[in-house]
C-alpha cells in the first residue's frame, strides 16, 4: 500500500503546481487586459485548468489517506 501513497503524493503535487499555474496566469492577465472582456476571456480559459488541477490534488489525497489507512 506504500505505492498508493507515493503515487497520491504525486498527483497532489502535479494539483499543486497546476494551481499555482492557474494563479500565475490569472494575475498575469489581470494586468495587462484592456478591458473587462478580455478579461473575462482570459478567466474563463483558465477556469477548466483551475477545476482539473483542484481535481487532481483532491483525488491525490483520497489516494494518501486510502494508503495510510490500508
Given at each position: 500500500?506504500e505505492i498508493?501513497?507515493?503515487?497520491?503524493s504525486?498527483l497532489?503535487?502535479?494539483?499543486?503546481?497546476g494551481?499555482?499555474?492557474?494563479?500565475?496566469?490569472?494575475?498575469?492577465?489581470?494586468?495587462?487586459?484592456g478591458?473587462?472582456?478580455e478579461?473575462?476571456m482570459?478567466?474563463?480559459?483558465?477556469v477548466?485548468?483551475?477545476m482539473?488541477?483542484?481535481?487532481l490534488s483532491?483525488?491525490?489525497?483520497?489516494?494518501?489517506?486510502?494508503?495510510?489507512?490500508l
Open positions: 500500500m498508493l501513497i507515493w503515487i497520491g504525486i497532489s503535487l502535479l494539483g499543486l503546481v494551481l499555482f499555474w492557474c494563479i500565475r496566469t490569472v494575475l498575469r492577465a489581470k494586468k495587462t487586459a478591458s473587462d472582456e478579461l473575462r482570459s478567466l474563463q480559459k483558465v477548466p485548468f483551475n482539473a488541477a483542484l481535481f483532491a483525488i491525490g489525497l483520497m489516494l494518501v489517506i486510502l494508503g495510510i489507512m
